[in-house]
């Protein structure tokens, strides 16, 4: 069963290491078929390099598993919520990269600085708020996406497919399981630079207009993108 993205989601998982995103087990990445309402992710504690297609674990959006003989991902409910409340994802990605994940320690959203952020992110990438008690204590995982979703209860999650879970970690979506990987990838980057230009003096810092963060975003992605080749020019 869903052969295809299983070898997809396996490499999508190996590449987090590859990419310094992920350290022993401290990632996942899931890919889902909308259509057929399933989804692959990550078996639960298995370091990467014994990952393999036939150790994925498909799942339906009722968070069931549907095949598989090991556990899934532990935060595979924080993935089934979040597929449900954004209908244009089709990719999952959730690590304790370093950068990202001092920003979510401190409970800081980190701020467009730049036109690489702007590059990949339409605006600040939220830090959600703290968990109550009840959330915790209750349904954790599924409550990680309920206060992910309550973020971008005003943001396309496609202009800034990214947040940060306050004092935990970084999650980050795609159109598939490879893109959700670009982009947590290019999370930790701009994260790395954001904390480099706050820490330095405040007179060596300027701002960025919306002007320039429109056209670096808009470029790349909208009905007027022409970054790339595949734009029929």
Aim: aromatic residues 8%; neutral net charge.
């Amino acid at each position: 069963m869903l052969e295809e993205l299983k070898k997809r989601v396996c490499k999508a998982n190996q590449k987090l290491p590859e990419l310094g995103l992920s350290v022993f087990t401290w990632g996942n990445v899931s890919g889902l078929d909308r259509e057929k309402g399933l989804f692959v992710i990550k078996p639960s504690g298995v370091p990467y390099d014994e990952l393999c297609p036939e150790k994925m674990i498909v799942m339906n959006l009722g968070c069931e598993k549907v095949e598989g003989a090991l556990n899934p991902s532990s935060d595979t409910p924080t993935h089934c919520g979040l597929y449900k409340a954004f209908p244009k994802i089709g990719g999952i990605v959730h690590t304790h990269s370093r950068w990202a994940t001092i920003w979510a320690q401190a409970g800081a959203s980190i701020p467009v600085l730049g036109t690489t952020h702007a590059d990949c992110f339409y605006g600040p990438i939220p830090c959600t708020r703290e968990m109550t008690f009840a959330e915790i204590r209750g349904e954790y995982e599924k409550e990680t996406a309920a206060v992910i979703a309550e973020a971008f209860a005003e943001t396309d999650p496609m202009d800034i497919p990214a947040a940060l879970v306050r004092l935990h970690g970084a999650f980050a979506w795609g159109k598939d399981c490879g893109g959700a990987v670009y982009n947590a990838a290019a999370l930790e980057e701009v994260a790395m630079m954001a904390w480099h230009t706050v820490s330095m003096p405040q007179n060596t810092k300027s701002s960025v207009t919306q002007a320039l963060i429109d056209r670096h975003f808009l470029r790349k992605h909208g009905k007027g993108a022409y970054y790339g080749q595949n734009h029929g020019v």
